[in-house]
């Protein structure tokens, strides 16, 4: 290389499910080439059902009409930002103003690098989860940050201790990363939990950050740290489309805050990309529309699978919340996850996600991904069954 890169970039790694991907790509082509069956892959939380078709209707009238395919407006289309406000006020009973406190991103994924770089300098410190979305330690060290872990445990329900958080030196900590329903362990949010959370930011002067993109998966009643008195003072909070209405790929997000939060917001992201295409946003104005019945039928079928993928850690002896919420089931083993996760990838031909890569605290965890049909759940039960049966 002609040039060194950045020293930011030291300090973190290519995307553990990128490089394990390309690892079981290559697998693949090996496996093809000797005319055997592939790898399942439980891994990532890829939703692989449909999205509302009238999204997808949507979608494809727009994108016929001449006018669709120019640069659009930063801040996004108007009905797009008062479709989100009208499915916050329905669903999670937060009013918010669709003109000052809703920016439309490329996916929520986006917003975790764009948030850190509009509030965090050199040597500010971040609190992070552990375990927890991989994403926040490394945007925290692109910008710069100091990442300070915080422990979620299982004998607490993987919530934060409070206890625990008000003894840390909080000194220079600007920005507390959450999660739920949490991923990677499907624990749910609850009034008092993002109560105690809006209390802990407005006391400590820290920006809670709620990352809220499972909320409708496996839980009956949706939540939004937002509806707690006083949380627009020192929350945002995360949204998408991707998990809810089967549209990961399409990349359509949210971020709500109070308005001088989303200019510092928009000041980063205009700089990065011109405006989400015009047709998945009038196709997102259409999902958010859904009614009740179409998340009843989506979590029936992820209720199936989260009792498919419960057999598979029965056959593994691991341990698990039968009733976990979100789009993944997450077990304890009796060993390393990671040792767990080789056996069954090399022997079996199946891949479950090792828990170390949530952090230390998930190092004796797995996870399994729900977003595979039951027939595929049930071959790698029996594939995994063989294996046992050889040891």
Known sequence: MIIKAAKRTGAVQEYYFSRKLKEIAQMNAERASRGEELIINLGIGSPDGMPPMPAVDALCDSARQAGSHAYQSYVGLPELRQAFADWYRRWYGVEL???????????????????????????????????????????????????????????????????ALEKMDLSGVKIMW??????????????????????????????????????????????????????????????????????????????????????????????????????????????????????????????????????????????YDHDSSGMFLWGRVGQAGAEVSDKLLYEAGVFITPGFIFGKNGDNYIRISLCSKPEVLKRAAEKIKAVIRKD
């Open 97 to 163: 103003d669709p003109k000052t406190e809703i920016q439309p991103l490329v996916g929520s994924k986006e917003a975790v690098l764009l948030i850190s770089m509009a509030f965090l300098d050199k040597g500010d410190k971040v609190l992070v989860p552990d375990p927890g979305y991989p994403t926040y330690s490394s945007a925290s060290k692109l910008a710069e940050a100091e990442v300070v872990s915080y422990d979620l445990c299982e004998e607490n329900g993987w919530w934060p201790d409070f206890d």
């Open 178 to 319: 959450t999660n739920y329903p949490n991923m990677p362990t499907g624990a749910a949010a609850s009034e008092e939990l993002y109560a105690k959370l809006v209390d802990f930011g407005r006391r400590h002067g820290i920006l809670i950050c709620n990352d809220n993109p499972y909320s409708f998966i496996l839980n009956d009643r949706p939540l939004s740290i937002l509806a707690q008195p006083g949380a627009k003072e020192c929350c945002l909070e995360l949204n998408s489309l991707s998990k809810a209405h089967n549209m990961a790929g399409w990349r359509i997000g949210m971020v709500a805050a109070e308005p001088e939060i989303i200019s510092e917001i928009l000041k980063v992201k205009s700089q990065m990309d011109s405006g989400m295409f015009k047709p998945l946003q009038v196709a997102a104005v259409e999902a958010l529309s859904q009614g009740p019945e179409w998340f009843a039928e989506l979590n029936a079928e992820y209720a199936r699978r989260r009792v498919l993928a419960g057999e598979i850690f029965d056959l593994l002896g691991a341990e």
